[in-house]
C-alpha cells in the first residue's frame, strides 16, 4: 500500500513534468550503484524534492562508464557535487576518488556495512539508509483509512501546485517496476536489541543449511542495484540539504 501511493505520485509528478517541459524539484540529487559486473548492473537514481526523477540500470563491464554516465547526469539535472553519493562496495569507492581527483571533491562513498549514525536504533549503515528512506514513505491513515499526512496532502494538493509549496515527498516512478521489487521484497528485521536490520545481500560461506535465513538474492533472484540507488540517492538529497545550509549560516558556533 505504501508502494501504491508513492507510485500514485510519481504519476502526477511525471505527467507535470510532461507539461512543463522540464524537471521539476530542484535541487536534485544522484546515488549510484556501481558494479563490476557478474550479472549485476549498474544503477543510477536522481532524485529531487518530489521523489525519484530518472532511474537508469545498465551492466558495466567496462567500469570507466560508470563516471561517465555519472557526469552526465550531474551536467543534465545541474547536480552538485555535495548531492552524490555512491556505494563504496563493488568498484564505487575507487570511482568516487578518480571523479574526486577531477575536482569533485565533495562526492561521497557510502559504506553499506559501516557503522550507523544512530547505532541505537539501526544495525548497521545499510539499514539505516532503508529505514529512513522507509520513513520517508510510510503514509498515515485516517479513520477511514484515507491516506493522510505527508503523501495524503500531496496528493490532495495536486502536483500543479507542488512547486508553490515547501513540502516535499517521496514518490516512486509509476513504470518503475524493478525498483518497486527491489523495495516490496525486503522483511521488517530486528536484532536482538530491537535495531532494524537488513537480510545480507549474498548467502554467507558457511550457510549451508536450509534453515539459513534468505540473503536478499535468494528473494529477489538478483541484486538490488536500483533499491540501492534510490537510498543513496535519498541520502544524498538531505545530505546536500544540510551541508549547503551549513555553508550559508554565518552565526557563532556553539560546542556542548
Known sequence: ???????????????????????????FALGVDASEGGGDKSAWCVWGRFGVVEI???ETPNTTEIAGTTLALMRRYRIK?????????GGGKQI??????RGYDEIMDVDFGGRANDS?????????????????MQPSLGQRQQIVGRIGRMLSLGAAKWSH????CASLPPDG???REDLAVLPLLRDGEGRLRMAPK???????????????????????????????????????????????????????
Open 177 to 179: 517496476a524493478e525498483l
Open 1 to 27: 500500500a505504501w508502494l501504491d501511493a508513492a507510485q500514485r505520485l510519481g504519476a502526477l509528478l511525471q505527467a507535470r513534468i510532461r507539461q512543463r517541459g522540464r524537471p521539476m524539484g530542484r535541487p
Open 96 to 101: 568516487a576518488d578518480q571523479l574526486r581527483e
Open 202 to 256: 549474498n548467502r554467507p560461506p558457511r550457510a549451508a543449511s536450509a534453515r539459513s535465513e534468505k540473503c536478499l538474492r535468494d528473494l529477489l533472484g538478483r541484486s538490488p542495484d536500483q533499491g540501492d540507488a534510490a537510498v543513496l540517492a535519498y541520502f544524498a538529497w538531505q545530505r546536500g540539504g544540510q551541508y549547503e545550509a551549513l555553508a550559508e549560516y554565518d552565526g557563532p558556533l556553539v560546542y556542548r
Open 81 to 89: 557535487p555535495w548531492y552524490v553519493a555512491f556505494d563504496a562496495g
Open 56 to 58: 537508469v540500470a545498465k
Open 120 to 136: 541505537r536504533k539501526y544495525m548497521n549503515c545499510r539499514a539505516e539508509l532503508y529505514g529512513e528512506l522507509r520513513e520517508a
Open 165 to 168: 509549496s515547501k513540502l516535499w
